[in-house]
């Protein structure tokens, strides 16, 4: 897989396409033999977090890594062991995240999330007028959600607005401009305490591919509140990890991922033991001594969901998204459900109204892979049952499979 290093001023590893998705498929858990079975947390582990904005996401994206997939292992994770928790962190953006890892996440990214989402809110609140004290108005709501979750246990957003009638306040933003609009009191006030680490989304309405969750404080959700960690430790065991799994790649990638700044990437793998390598041309980074071949996993398909943390995990996609970016990513560059064999996009999928999970190939493939991918769709639907998966994001092909 890896060449021999190249060596100018330095002596520099070759790490090229074939190692990269070698390594995609054994660490992302995506290759045959390496598929977990009940294990939610080791699923999370090896893309780091796992995407939540969609909550079907997260289970479709643990089932294509099990060997024998099954909806309630995650839903058992999230909601009754609470191994698993949702968090606003990185880019502005809800991750499910093993709750051990929980205290490390919130440091590297949610309190800069918490810090800026704050700023804008106050800003909000100065030009609608809502108070002379907009930062004192702010605390008193923030005090009055946390009264009420704590005298009422688990409430939905509408609940909260129903015993508060400040909560249940929508505001005017943008007033006299050409766009104005209106922005509920109690939801921006459940997003800062999400992002504080003081509140947590806690258990799905309805089937785990709905969008509705009740509201819960952390400290009682998990058992304790979140450990305190210095923001600079967090943000370089991220890094860590994070090249862990997703290197070779590039600070851009990270930079990306993270939703840091370039300085703030920088003075992240700082501290690290890594070493550059050679993207066919372009410099990555690996962790130290990460540079050996990785054994060729067997012929392999998977079927990943919209935003799947394995095609949203780099900035540069090229190496396994080839020429199909208009049709498996939407315009602001979330990823769509896409069929992958042998660590590159190949395709995409869809399940239709009537439960039937149909594909397209975007480039050929082998008749035993095809075959395989067919076998896959057939046993996703059927593990889907009853259950149906509409993506918030769909891109061309999702809408293209799903008419």
């Known amino acids: 897989m890896a060449r021999s290093p190249v060596c100018h001023d330095r002596c520099v590893q070759h790490l090229g396409v074939a190692e990269r998705r070698a390594r995609l498929a054994r660490r992302h858990r995506l290759a045959d033999e390496t598929r977990a079975d009940d294990d939610a947390v080791a699923i999370a582990r090896s893309v780091v977090v796992l995407h939540a904005t969609d909550p079907a996401t997260v289970v479709l994206s643990a089932l294509a890594r099990m ?14 062991d609470r191994t698993l928790v949702r968090m606003l962190a990185m880019r502005r953006t809800l991750f499910t995240v093993p709750a051990d890892d929980a205290p490390l996440v919130h440091a590297a990214a949610s309190r800069a999330v918490a810090a800026a989402e704050r700023k804008r809110f106050l800003a909000m609140l100065e030009g609608a007028e809502v108070s002379g004290d907009p930062a004192r108005w702010l605390r008193a709501r ?8 704590g005298e009422h246990g688990e409430l939905t957003a509408a609940e909260l607005s129903a015993l508060s009638s400040v909560l249940g306040r929508q505001i005017v933003i943008g007033a006299g401009t050409s766009h104005p609009g209106k922005l509920g009191v109690g ?16 258990r799905t309405i309805g089937a785990w591919t709905s969008t509705r969750h009740r509201w819960d404080l952390l400290e009682r959700w998990l058992g304790a509140p979140l450990a305190e960690v210095p923001a600079a430790e967090a943000r370089a065991a991220l890094a860590a990890r994070w090249l862990a799994r997703f ?25 690290l033991a890594t070493e550059p390598v050679d993207l066919d041309g372009t410099e990555g980074l690996v962790v130290l001594g990460d540079t050996e071949p990785t054994p060729e996993p067997e012929p392999w398909v998977a079927l990943l969901p919209s935003l799947d943390p394995t095609a949203m995990g780099w900035k540069q996609r090229d190496w396994y998204l080839g020429d199909h970016k208009a049709q498996v990513f939407d315009r602001s560059g979330n990823a769509g459900a896409t069929v992958w064999a042998d660590g590159r996009i190949v395709g995409g999928w869809a399940q239709r109204a009537s439960g039937e999970v149909v594909w397209r190939l975007l480039e050929p493939l082998g008749r035993e892979q095809t075959e395989a991918v067919a076998d896959a769709a057939g046993r996703l639907e059927g593990v889907l049952g009853e259950a149906r998966v509409v993506p918030r994001f769909p891109a061309p092909l999702d809408r293209e499979l799903r008419a």
């Open 187 to 202: 939801s921006r006030v459940l997003l800062l305490l999400a992002a504080q680490g003081k509140v947590v989304r806690s």
């Open 247 to 271: 290197g070779p790649a590039t600070l851009a990638d990270l930079s990306w991922w993270t939703g840091w700044t370039m300085a703030d990437t920088r003075a992240a793998v700082s501290p």
């Open 142 to 149: 923030e005090q009055e959600v946390l009264r009420l979750l």
């Open 67 to 80: 060997q024998r997939p099954d909806p309630m292992v995650v839903t058992r994770a999230l909601f009754e």
